[in-house]
């Protein structure tokens, strides 16, 4: 499975944004 993301930084804190795919799959913590 390939999700598209933005990594993002903050104030010493890095962070990534991404959005649930299409069909609504559900994402395995050891896919993260």
Do not use: C, W, Y
């Not at 010493?12 to 913590?29: E, I, K, M």
């Amino acid at each position: 499975m390939r999700i598209d993301f933005t990594k993002m930084h903050g104030v010493g804190n890095d962070f990534v944004v991404f959005d649930a795919p299409a069909d609504q799959s559900v994402l395995r913590p050891e896919l993260l």
